[in-house]
């Protein structure tokens, strides 16, 4: 070890604990693990989905009685997160689509994810609001 390496381990090390910023995940890892959660949130939807239209084959009134439920804050504010999710989910299909067919795209992979969330934002913002003042009206 030579001594200006020595001297820089004291350095780092006499700072402490607090110049610690944490771990930062590239924005790969950021982009998969969002788009595995918004893809397992998409399939639940799915899935009750499936459930009531498979109510319907019971008779309207049975399939009435589920619309409550439609009706709830808690499910209109778990519509907003599932928007959410699409758009994100979309977004980011777009960007491994170009990944996987443009052979330069990993050189651009920091920018192509912050284009998802600015393309992301530039549409849930507004439906986002459109929905919050539905649900208050």
């Known amino acids: 070890m030579t001594t200006e390496t020595a001297r820089d381990a004291r350095a780092v090390t006499s700072r402490g604990i607090s110049a610690y ?8 890892m950021i982009s ?5 959660v918004t893809g397992l949130g998409v399939l639940l939807f799915l899935l009750l989905h499936i ?3 498979f109510l319907v084959n ?3 009134d049975v399939f009435n009685e ?3 439920l439609y009706r709830h804050p808690v499910f209109r504010i778990g519509e907003i997160i599932l928007v959410a999710g699409l758009y994100y989910h ?7 689509i170009l990944i996987d067919f443009w ?3 990993y050189r651009y992979e920091r920018q192509l ?14 439906t986002a609001i459109l929905m919050v003042r539905a649900m208050l009206t």
């Open 90 to 96: 979309a977004a980011n299909g777009v960007r491994i």
């Open 21 to 28: 910023r944490g771990y930062r995940p590239p924005p790969g």
């Open 103 to 105: 052979p330069q795209a």
């Open 32 to 36: 998969w693990a969002l788009h595995r």
């Open 51 to 53: 459930v009531d239209i």
């Open 58 to 60: 019971y008779g309207p």
């Open 66 to 68: 589920l619309l409550f």
């Open 113 to 126: 994810f912050y284009g998802v969330i600015a393309v992301f934002l530039l549409g849930f913002i507004p």
